[in-house]
């Protein structure tokens, strides 16, 4: 399945490339969050991690831990937001696997902001037991 992501892969669109190697790439995000926000991506295009071989989705951490590690180095960040969205449902927007790596600064007041979702009594307990792995 073609994405936006496999024709920057093959080079039909520009984008600001920070590595590669045989399973993944990494490009700046062109809408970042905080700027130096990079994207690590599947070179193969694998919609979620339910379809992502275990060696890929490994391999892709490892890589997005280089990632912040530059970040830190050059951008003197304090911290990352390492973000997988995976599903529509969840905000992905690109059917293709890819970690967000968003550099993040202590003097920021920004955060990543989710509703909390208060329990009922015994729901908590209830899906403790039906989410066992
Ligand atoms: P997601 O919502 O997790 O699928 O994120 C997709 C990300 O891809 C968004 O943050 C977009 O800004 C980014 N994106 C989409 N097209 C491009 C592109 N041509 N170059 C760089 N980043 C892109």
Redesign the pocket.
């Known amino acids: 399945m073609e994405t ?2 496999t024709r ?1 892969r093959d080079k039909q ?1 520009p ?1 600001c490339w920070i590595y590669e190697d045989d399973q993944c790439f990494v ?7 905080v700027k130096g ?1 990079c ?1 690590v991506i599947s070179k193969d295009p694998t919609p979620t991690l339910e379809t992502t071989p275990d060696s890929r989705l490994a391999h892709m951490i490892l890589v997005a831990k280089k990632v912040d590690a530059k970040l830190r180095a050059c951008l003197n960040c304090d911290a990352t937001n390492i ?3 995976n599903g529509p449902a969840a ?5 293709h696997l ?1 970690i ?1 790596v968003i550099p993040r600064y202590q003097s920021s007041s920004m955060a990543i902001s989710f509703t909390h979702e208060p329990y009922k009594p015994g729901e908590m307990a209830d899906l403790e037991g039906r989410l066992k792995l």
């Not at 490009?27 to 969050?33: A, Q, S, Y």
């Open positions: 936006v992501f920057i669109i984008a490009i700046l995000d062109h809408n970042p969050i926000h994207l973000v997988i969205n905000g992905q927007e690109v059917p890819h967000h």
